[in-house]
């Protein structure tokens, strides 16, 4: 069975994709993508055989150094992430070669989400109808071509220190290529296209950071292409 053939993921991604395209025809402008919950104890413990996917708006996007507000959240939860804009469509059927070959380049990036409720195999469903928690993915101006890891060193700096590190950003996430293309033949399933321009958040390098009130800030440097850093407001 494909990891989209799932009954919880089709009733999830049903509901999901809707919202989507109520809110692009409401006016928003849509981002790209993001795929959550794919670390091997995470699929391990939900019974799914791939990560979860869901979307990014223009209007959760936030530039390197920016401020976010935690009123009214309930748990807000930090990731850092390797993003990836595509070059071009890439249709359903895609394998791990197509994908390489339709991304543009690779850059840092921090996804901050609200962590509720916590993920369980009985509200699957629910989670992805809600978008995998999605809030704000923040980015930077700096970027790779191609869809390469290779050589780079991915850095947690929490509390002004370094907190995590890792020469093997593909560890808990699996291999980008791959991702890509999943996105790619998930979107597909139910109607959608990963399309040119679009940019992807390809899952956790670390574990989901829980963020604590005496956190101001938190950066993500991904060596050699640089940094991308957010600040925090919890009053």
């Known amino acids: 069975m494909n990891p989209w053939d799932d009954p919880r993921i089709a009733k999830g991604m049903a509901a999901q994709l809707a ?70 469509d890439l249709p359903g059927g895609a394998t791990a070669a197509d994908a390489r070959a339709a991304v543009k380049e690779i850059l ?39 869809a390469s890891v290779e050589g780079l060193t991915s850095r947690l700096i929490r509390r002004g220190a370094e907190a995590a590190s890792t020469q093997d950003p593909e560890a808990l996430t699996g291999k980008l290529d791959a991702i890509v293309a999943h996105v790619a033949n998930t979107l597909a399933a139910y109607g959608e296209k990963l399309s040119a321009g679009d940019v992807i958040i390809t899952g956790s390098i670390t574990p989901p950071i829980m963020l604590e009130k005496d956190e101001t800030e938190l950066a993500h440097v991904l060596d050699p292409i640089g940094a991308v850093g957010v600040k925090f407001d919890w009053s």
């Open 108 to 146: 840092p990036a921090i996804e901050v989400a609200d962590f509720d409720p916590p993920p369980t195999a009985d509200n699957l469903d629910h989670v992805l109808a809600n978008n995998i928690y999605a809030r704000h993915v923040v980015l930077a101006g700096i970027t790779r071509p191609g």
């Open 19 to 88: 919202k989507r395209r109520e809110r692009i025809a409401a006016g928003e402008k849509p981002l790209g993508w993001k795929v959550g919950l794919g670390a091997p104890a995470a699929m391990e413990r939900l019974g799914t055989k791939g990560p979860g996917v869901g979307y990014l708006m223009q209007r959760g996007l936030l530039l390197t150094g920016a401020t976010i507000a935690f009123a009214g959240w309930t748990k807000p939860v930090a990731e850092c992430e390797i993003a990836v804009r595509m070059a071009r």
